[in-house]
């Protein structure tokens, strides 16, 4: 089966951090820029974090900008999501999943559409 798999989640509190994982199944993460999402209970996924396959860079939603770090193991097939200094509005299911049409991430906001492979999702709770 064709996808990721996510884990790490847990629950802290305020101020505490979550390290994510999110391992390819089924295909090789090379060419593809890979994006991490959230949903919260009653919101729209968003997408948190982008970190493209050509160079490495990196795109951050502004609310999380210098408290999460995304990086990736090409040769593992594997990408993480360091989430530091958590609030309570960082509640979410997390997911990752592999933009098909780039390798660059983009500034801006994240498109759903052009991301697939999702995982099962992994729960980060941040209690207050």
């Known amino acids: 089966q064709v996808q990721f798999v996510e884990s790490g989640g847990g629950s802290v509190q305020s101020g505490g951090s979550l390290r994510l994982s999110c391992a390819a199944s089924?295909?090789?993460?090379?060419?593809?820029?890979i994006g991490w999402f959230r949903q919260a209970p009653g919101k729209e996924r968003e997408g948190v974090a982008c970190?493209?396959?050509?160079?490495?860079?990196?795109y951050y939603l502004p609310s999380v900008k210098g408290r999460f770090t995304a990086s990736r193991d090409n040769a593992k097939n594997t990408a993480h999501l360091q989430m530091n200094s958590l609030e309570a509005e960082d509640t979410a299911v997390y997911y990752c999943?592999?933009?098909?049409?780039?390798?660059?991430?983009?500034?801006?906001?994240?498109?759903?559409?052009?991301?697939?492979?999702w995982g099962q999702g992994t729960q980060g709770t941040v209690s207050s």
């Open positions: 089924g295909f090789f993460t090379d060419y593809y820029a």
């Open positions: 970190i493209s396959s050509s160079d490495g860079s990196t």
């Open positions: 999943a592999a933009n098909l049409m780039r390798t660059r991430c983009e500034p801006g906001e994240m498109k759903r559409h052009e991301f697939n492979y």
